[in-house]
């Protein structure tokens, strides 16, 4: 457990922050899933990009 007394900023009050291990470790891994949901779905963003962009494109001319 780790503890320190902080001052705010309006150097009106004082506040006591604790902090657990086990908090930070949940904290880490919630982080770590969310990346990994972000950047799935970027790859799945590159990947449609990437396969439009290899479509020819329909031109508006017609014969």
Same mark, same amino acid.
């Not at 470790?25 to 969310?34: D, G, H, M, S, T």
């Not at 590159?46 to 290899?54: E, I, V, W």
């Given at each position: 457990?780790? +503890? /320190? *007394?902080?001052? $705010?900023?309006?150097? #009106?009050?004082?506040?006591? *922050?604790? &902090?657990? #291990? !086990? =908090? $930070?470790? /949940?904290? +880490?891994? *919630?982080? #770590? &899933?969310? =990346? @990994? &949901?972000? =950047?799935? /779905?970027?790859?799945? %963003? @590159? !990947?449609? *990009? &990437? =396969? @439009?962009?290899?479509?020819?494109?329909?031109?508006? %001319? #017609?014969?």
């Amino acid at each position: 457990m780790e +503890v /320190k *007394l902080l001052a $705010h900023p309006d150097g #009106q009050e004082q506040f006591v *922050l604790c &902090r657990s #291990q !086990a =908090r $930070h470790e /949940k904290e +880490v891994a *919630l982080f #770590q &899933r969310q =990346r @990994d &949901r972000v =950047r799935e /779905k970027l790859f799945q %963003i @590159d !990947a449609g *990009l &990437r =396969r @439009d962009k290899a479509k020819p494109a329909a031109s508006g %001319i #017609q014969t």
